[in-house]
Structures are given as C-alpha cells and as structure tokens.
T-cell receptor, first 112, second 117 residues
C-alpha cells in the first residue's frame, strides 16, 4: 500500500520564478494538507483541500495557491518566489472523519 | 488560537538512559495531541497520539506520553533510549471537532534528541 508520494524530491529555482509541487495521497485518503518547514523550524500549515476545494488556510500570502483533482491528488503552486520560500514542503493526507495524517517525505525547495 | 511549545530545542542523552521531551500546548478548546518523529531528510512519522480516554498513550517502540489537562502538557518519555532513536521530535495539536480530520495541525519547534554511545 503506497503511502503519500511527493514530487519532485528536490528543486532549485531562481527568485521571481514560479514552482509547482505535486502530491499523491495515501490510497483511501480524500483530504490533502500542505505544510512548509523552514530549516530548524516546525512545519507551518499552508492550506487543506477536500472535495477539490480549499477548506482552511494558514497565514500564507496569495502567492501560495493549490488545487485538488478528482483523484484526490494535489498541487501546490508558489508564484514570484522569494529567498525565504526555501524550505521543505510536506504533504499530508487523511480521511475525513478520521484523526490520522500520513506525511510524505517532502520536496526540498531551494530559491537562489 | 492554538500554540505548542517544546521546551527543549536539543536533548543529548547516553544510550540506555531515560529521556523526557517536554511539550506544552495552549488552546481555548479541546484538542487532539500528537508526537511525530523526523529522521534526517525524511518526512514526519506518527509516533503516538492522544484523542480521548486513557491519558497515557504508548507507541510500539517503547515511547509513551501522558496527557495532563491541568498542566496542559503532553510530555514524551522513554525509559531506555537506543542510538536509533536519534532524530527530531515534534509535538502537535489539532482542534478536536467531533473526530473529523478537517483542520490543521499546529506544531512545536521541535526537539533534537541525540543519543550518544
């Protein structure tokens, strides 16, 4: 049973560029959440998607946007990249009505 | 608003010694509590969770945590650590809205546990 799959694993982008990160949830899960983990920090909630809609959002600017597809997979888009966007981006999937989350291994984004 | 505070950023300990990683939470409503472990260059793995019922929860690899509502704490303990326990540990909370997973996890800053031989 595959867990949460994130791609790519590593990415280097230039300041001002745009990036798309992808997440496939664990089989049977219908909810996807995204977190940003800066070096030496705990993960910070970006947003959560359920039924293809953004259900809750953390304190992140509009440069951060997302999408969920009918197969429950999800994308995180970041526009106008800043050096401070360099971080590990984690995807977590879950099933509505349950309390458990399964995290992927993350995408390491470096903005230069 | 929720917040989670991990009181120690780094905890060094010798192999086979006991360890306690401290976590305090702040919330105006009932919460679920979690401990996650993160090994270098990996994602988060759930270690244990408190949802309701018994205040003492255990993991399969010897860790335990006790929910203390009066002290708003959820400290993680292990009576005898191994080299392989070296990792970063995160405490997290989530508002307990009727069991739904709708809603965010709020994480602490993390505690790096280093087990020395």
């Amino acid at each position: 049973d595959a867990g949460v799959t994130q791609s790519p694993t590593h990415l280097i982008k230039t300041r001002g560029q745009q990036v798309t990160l992808r997440c496939s949830p664990k089989s049977g899960h219908d909810t996807v959440s995204w977190y940003q983990q800066a070096l030496g920090q705990g993960p910070q909630f970006i947003f959560q998607y359920y039924e293809e809609e953004e259900r809750q959002r953390g304190n992140f600017p509009d440069r951060f946007s997302g999408h969920q597809f009918p197969n429950y997979s999800s994308e995180l888009n970041v526009n106008a990249l800043l050096l401070g966007d360099s971080a590990l981006y984690l995807c977590a999937s879950s099933l509505q009505g349950a309390s458990g989350y399964t995290f992927g291994s993350g995408t390491r984004l470096t903005v230069v | 608003a929720q917040s989670v505070t991990q009181l120690d950023s780094q905890v060094p300990v010798f192999e086979e010694a006991p360890v306690e990683l401290r976590c305090n939470y702040s919330s105006s409503v009932s919460v679920y509590l979690f401990w996650y472990v993160q090994y270098p260059n990996q994602g988060l793995q759930l270690l244990l969770k408190y949802l309701s019922g018994s205040t003492l929860v255990e993991s399969i690899n010897g860790f335990e945590a006790e929910f203390n509502k009066s002290q708003t704490s959820f400290h993680l303990r292990k009576p005898s650590v191994h080299i392989s326990d070296t990792a970063e540990y995160f405490c997290a909370s989530k508002v307990s809205t009727g069991g739904t997973s709708y809603g965010k996890l709020t994480f602490g800053q993390g505690t790096i546990l280093t087990v020395h031989p």
